[in-house]
């Protein structure tokens, strides 16, 4: 077990909606991290959260956006959703030094009908 | 921007025998983390062993351990007596050490595309 846990494991909705992803990173760790695996484009990083602060976007759309909260868990919210959003999203979460790993939550696989 | 290559989609060994897992890697900064990751059918990714580029020798965890050669920029693993449960998918990564001195920098990690192994017993 990672301490990183990602809610909910399984996701299935219709093209066209909304839908809300949530990671409660470790215990302490300041940094959290969404990434997007597929099997054409691999683990894409999305967006960096650092105690609530956004620190850095990577290949993310502009119909997804995400936030970090006070109590540093984080919400990743994908709306409009097409067929290609179908995908496992990955958190991870890491501490303030850089040499600190990453660790990851167990991802949310969604499927878009 | 700094980019993985994993030229091996798949690889395939025997139980009990060695295989190497190639990935190289470009960046222009000096100092960095390199790490190999395993996501076995369960999904969860594990980490297996990290690299830091400021130090010569390679790293060792195990079965598992790295040639990390700095000029050529490659980062290949090399797993041991392979066993069944290493069966996953193998994931290269990089991890900038100085990204605070870039606009915009981040410590995430960029990862390659991935190495399927297959152990067959």
């Known amino acids: 077990d990672s301490g990183v846990t990602q809610t909910p494991k399984h996701l299935i909705t219709a093209t066209g909606q909304r839908v809300t992803l949530r990671c409660s990173p470790r215990?302490?760790?300041?940094?959290v991290y969404w990434y997007q695996q597929s099997l054409d484009q691999g683990l894409q990083f999305l967006i960096q959260?650092?105690?609530?602060?956004?620190?850095a976007k990577g290949n993310i759309l502009e119909r997804f956006s995400a936030q970090q909260f006070p109590d540093l868990h984080s919400e990743l919210n994908l709306s409009s959703l097409e067929l290609g959003d179908s995908a496992l999203y990955f958190c991870?979460?890491?501490?303030?030094?850089?040499?600190?790993?990453?660790?990851f939550g167990s991802g949310t696989q969604l499927s878009v009908l | 921007a700094q980019t993985v290559t994993q030229s091996q989609p798949e690889m395939s060994v025997q139980e009990a025998e060695t295989v190497t897992l190639s990935c190289t890697y470009d960046?222009?900064?000096?100092?960095?983390?390199l790490f190999w990751y395993k996501q076995p059918p369960s999904r969860q990714m594990i980490l297996v062993i990290r690299?830091?580029?400021?130090?010569?020798q390679n790293a060792t965890e195990n079965r598992f351990s790295v040639n990390f050669q700095k000029a050529a920029k490659s980062f290949s693993l090399k797993i041991s007596d392979s066993q069944l449960g290493d069966a996953a998918m193998y994931f290269c990564?990089?991890?900038?050490?100085?990204?605070?001195?870039?606009?915009?920098?981040?410590?995430?990690?960029?990862f390659g595309k991935g190495t399927k192994l297959t152990v067959n017993p």
């Open positions: 690299q830091e580029a400021y130090k010569q």
């Open positions: 215990s302490g760790d300041l940094s």
């Open positions: 960046t222009s900064e000096s100092d960095y983390y």
């Open positions: 959260y650092y105690n609530g602060e956004e620190r």
């Open positions: 991870a979460s890491s501490r303030v030094a850089t040499n600190e790993k990453l660790f």
């Open positions: 990564a990089y991890r900038s050490a100085t990204w605070f001195l870039t606009q915009g920098g981040s410590e995430k990690l960029v």
